[in-house]
DNA sequence: TTTTTTTAATGAACAGTGTTCATTACTTTT
DNA sequence: AAAAGTAATGAACACTGTTCATTAAAAAAA
């Protein structure tokens, strides 16, 4: 009786392929223009075939920021490699982090800007993998706090004071504000604050 | 031969009629839902009429978004009325920031996030209102670096990581990414961390 | 093998979007 | 009173997400 399980198997196969299109035309296109049909022409699908195997958009769009959260935690990972000082690790996940943001401008989009995503989310479910995203800085942090190498002590202030000016300046730039700086030094004033950030909360 | 000016006056009062009908539409449904034909239901007029008076509809949402401009420029200027301290005044200018995030989370969503209103801005223009708010931030980051009250010294860093900072960690409340923390315990770590980052800015 | 049942895919439609344009209604000028 | 100029609109176009009855294909039962 093994058809039932060929039949989920090619399911789950469109299903990725589907997944694949809609990343694309994401990637490419960004959130305004990867509609339905262009996703459903991609795969050579009708529009209303997307709906057998998604129950609407905002499902596609949490699915495609799920493989965003997927390479931004493995670059995370990457960053760190081999390096044993918490600090030098923290700098090295803030460069990470930067550096996805402003290569897959429209992926970082979808992840922490667009509402369309949290709104696939239940109520009372969970955010898993934000949640496993967020780890890794907490680990760094917490690590820094344990060995008395930040002034902040509190884990929960240090994380969120971290990620929200890195979130900001990432953001900021992409969505472009930073028209209030000279544009030929945006990208330098961006590392040096980065830099200026771990050297202000470095304990000396 | 006063007729020309009576119509260029009815002219600019419709045209402000259409606007106040944006801004409301806007600040009670959100950019999603602000459409032209909702815009033009308020003011009784045909959706084509729009037209007009707006080239399109990100002209439409730059007049509004500047329209908010004026509104947190006014608020950060009553935040440090009678305050002589530049880093009072900088924590009372980040707490006006937030707040005004927090109260208006669609209008700062259309100044600060949506890629629409900065979408009416030419090539070589300038964003007008976005510099003037900016002036305020660089006139109290100044006063700091003069009186040697702050640890960073080079006024773009100053500025740039500041405001990465406050954005940050509003654009991440209004888009729902901080379901990492406790949901009870953002407000404080809010606060927390605004006081956290001025500690941490301050001179000994 | 033929018939019935189940499953998969689609075309067409609905209600919505921003935007354009020929036509109508109204004002001002001649 | 007729002509010219201006303001407002209805209807349409090309999109959007989504639904559903109908068709095509595969599996199960006869």
Redesign the interface.
Same mark, same amino acid.
């Not at 969505?175 to 700086?181: L, P, S």
């Given at each position: 009786m093994g058809i039932t399980e060929r039949k989920e198997r090619e399911r789950q196969e469109v299903r990725s392929l589907i997944l694949e299109a809609a990343q694309q035309a994401f990637i490419e296109d960004g959130y305004e223009k990867a509609s339905i049909r262009a996703i459903a022409d991609r795969v050579e699908y009708s529009p209303a075939t997307i709906y057998l195997y998604f129950k609407d958009k905002s499902e596609i769009f949490f699915a495609v920021h799920e493989l965003g959260f997927e390479k931004l935690i493995n670059q995370l990972l990457d960053a760190v490699e081999g390096i044993e000082n918490p600090i030098e690790k923290l700098r090295q996940q803030g460069y990470a982090y930067m550096n996805f943001a402003l290569e897959n401008p429209e992926m970082y989009d979808l992840m #922490?800007?667009?509402?369309a995503p949290?709104e696939a989310?239940f109520e009372n479910e969970?955010?898993v993998c934000?949640?496993r995203c #967020?780890e890794h800085l907490c680990d760094t942090v917490q690590q820094c706090i344990d060995n008395k190498l930040i002034?902040?002590s509190?884990l929960?202030?240090?994380t969120?004071?971290i990620?929200?000016?890195?979130?900001?300046?990432v953001?900021?730039k992409i969505?472009?504000? #930073?028209?209030? #700086?000279p544009q030929e030094?945006i990208q330098n004033?961006?590392s040096?604050?980065v830099e200026?950030?771990i050297?202000?909360?470095q304990n000396d």
């Open positions: #922490f800007i667009q509402n949290m989310i969970e955010w934000g949640h #967020f002034k902040i509190v929960g202030v240090a969120m004071s990620w929200s000016f890195m979130h900001g300046l953001s900021l969505r472009n504000r #930073f028209k209030t #700086f030094h004033l961006m040096a604050s200026q950030m050297a202000l909360l």
